[in-house]
């Protein structure tokens, strides 16, 4: 759930009044002699273009943005503005074609002039882009190759769009408008600027060094990294929430473009030294897995915004599976340390002992904190999975102050969630994390 903020209202105003920019030129010299509908179809033309631009801001992983809405809510909003957008390009084009069949010869690539040859070109790079970010899986896409795609063809469409729409220099002429387009252009440049050069260049000062790569269950393994040159009046490592998520970079270079989410998985309180607990799934997890001790990784972080309120004194219930117990790990660590009095009780469910995660590190934290522990292993019950008359029966009695932080299979995040809902607990205080970005 996210919470309306000043700094959020302040971010949803600015997002509007930029998208909206563009439509003061028409407001301000509007052409009647063009009529209603023409102007309509500008309008939405027009909207399309700045939505997509802002699209290059709106997934930027500055803090100003993810740390209001937080960085799963900012790449969910990024795809649904994203379909408005198309929306307003398919508008622009249907409602020109509409008004007079002439528009239609624009097709004929052979004698149609170059603007309209660039409005062909945005959208049939508009088309390509949506379908390969909705059906990435089903198309067997990799990540990596999606995501290079995905940059290039939003690219083309912002870059043929904007010629496109400079070409056939409606409500262009004017100085005002020129300068609300240039001045957009330039930011959407500067964003997608800062994203691939200068957020990279801020890294390269803060390299970490793999320090143990341990192997756990299941493809899991843990990876322990310490900031290089951390010490008084230096990089300080990763000033974190507990629960945040970084994206971790491997290799020689903070400008490679491979690189993959993962929750901190430690203490908050310890931020030269991180904790990552991953499971290798395919290509980048896997490489990640051969890191050998003493070799160099770059962290883009904090992000998100799955974290517990640090003056809330009621219970703290964690519910977790497989590698979704790490952000839970990173908060009882963090009240551990800092001698927390808070009551805490932590579900953890697995298939069986030998498929559980992290067990030995929240052994060790029993004696420092007032913490309950409970187990669900289905095969010690008959292959059931945890359900929610067993989450409520360990639920503790007061739930009026609790705070609840859910992590795991969007299934078991469901059953969960409704597990607290049934136990009559505030739906604003149960927090989920999803760990499918995209
Ligand atoms: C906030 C968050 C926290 C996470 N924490 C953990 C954790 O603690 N431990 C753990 O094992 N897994 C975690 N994950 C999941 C983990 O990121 C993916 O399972 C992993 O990146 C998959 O990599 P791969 O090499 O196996 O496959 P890939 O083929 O590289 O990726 C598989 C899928 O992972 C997602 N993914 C990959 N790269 C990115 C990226 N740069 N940005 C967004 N999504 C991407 C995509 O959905 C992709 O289809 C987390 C995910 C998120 C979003």
Known sequence: MILLTPTLVLLCMFYVVIALLPLIGGIVNLAHGRGFLLNLSIACGFLALSIFGLQFINILRVRLFSRPI???EAFKFHR????AGAGFAVAHLFILLAIDR????????ATTPTRAKLAIAATAALVVLIASTVWRQQLRIPYRRWHILHWMLATMVFGFGLAHAILVNYYLQDKLEQLVWMSLGALFVLAAIWMRFVNPII???QRWQV??????PKDVFELNL???GAGPGRFSGLQFLPGQFAWVVAGRSPFSISANPFSIASSAERPENLRFIIRANAGYTTALRTLRQGAHVYLDGPHGTFTPDADASGPLI???AGVGMTPLLSMIETLADRRSSRECVLILAARSEQDMIGADHVERLLERLPLTVHYHFSSRNDGRRLDQATIRGWL???LADAECFICGSANFMDICEDAMQQAGMDRRRVRTERFSMV
Do not use: C, H, N, Q
Request: zero cysteines.
């Open 70 to 72: 937080g960085m799963l």
């Open 80 to 83: 649904y503005v994203g379909y």
């Open 102 to 109: 002439k528009y239609w010869s624009l097709f004929d690539l």
């Open 203 to 205: 890294r390269v000062r």
């Open 211 to 216: 320090t143990g790569l341990t192997e756990a």
């Open 226 to 228: 310490r900031a290089v």
């Open 318 to 320: 964690l519910i977790g």
């Open 396 to 398: 503790p009695r007061d």
